[in-house]
C-alpha cells in the first residue's frame, strides 16, 4: 500500500469527526428565552417529596406555576436572577409528572419544563434506613462450605497417602 493511501485512510476519521454534523448533546442547554428553568432533586424516601429548585435567568421578575399531574402545587415569582425551592409530595409506589409553567399577561400557561418522578422507595416514610434480618449472608454460607470441603478433602488425601504406595514385603515369611 502507498504512503498516500495510508495517510488519507488515517485521515479519514479525523475528517468524519471535523466535517459532519455532530450528534445531539447529552445534556441540552436550557432554552435562553426561557425566562427560568427547572431542575429536581432526588426523592427523599423519608419524607416522600422531591425538591424542586426554579432559577430565574432574566434581569426581571417572573411568574411561575408548579404542577403535579395537571394539579396545582405551588405558584408565585422568582426575583431577577434569584431560585426559589419547592417540594412536591409523591405517594409511595405512583409516578407523577411535575410541570413548571411560566405566567404572564399575554401568554398565561407557557410550558418551560417537566420531568417524571417515581417513588419506588422500599420502606416509605417513618421507617429506619436499615435493611431488616434476613439471615446470615449467602457469600459467608459459600466459604464456609468450601472450607469444609477443604477439610474434608484434606482427611482423605491423608488417608490415601498413609495408605498408598503400599510397601510389599521381599518374599513369604
Not at 430565574?56 to 422568582?78: E, K, Y
Not at 425551592?85 to 405566567?103: D, K, L
Amino acid at each position: 500500500m502507498r504512503i498516500g493511501t495510508r495517510l488519507v485512510l488515517a485521515a479519514l476519521p479525523v475528517g468524519a469527526v471535523l466535517l459532519l454534523p455532530s450528534s445531539a448533546e447529552a445534556w441540552p442547554l436550557p432554552d435562553r428565552g426561557d425566562p427560568f428553568t427547572m431542575t429536581t432533586d432526588k426523592l427523599a424516601c423519608g419524607s416522600g417529596s422531591v425538591r424542586v429548585t426554579l432559577r430565574n435567568q432574566t434581569p426581571q421578575l417572573a411568574r411561575f406555576d408548579l404542577r403535579a399531574d395537571a394539579t396545582s402545587v405551588a405558584t408565585g415569582s422568582i426575583p431577577a436572577r434569584k431560585q426559589v425551592v419547592r417540594t412536591v409530595r409523591i405517594s409511595r409506589g405512583t409516578t407523577r409528572e411535575i410541570e413548571a409553567y411560566s405566567v404572564t399577561d399575554t401568554h398565561p400557561d407557557t410550558l418551560i419544563d417537566s420531568t417524571r418522578v417515581r417513588n419506588d422507595c422500599a420502606w416509605g416514610r417513618g421507617h429506619s434506613r436499615r435493611l431488616p434480618y434476613t439471615g446470615p449472608p449467602s457469600d459467608l454460607l459459600g466459604k464456609l462450605a468450601t472450607g469444609g470441603g477443604l477439610v474434608v478433602m484434606g482427611g482423605i488425601m491423608w488417608w490415601y497417602g498413609s495408605v498408598w504406595p503400599r510397601s510389599v514385603p521381599d518374599g513369604p515369611r
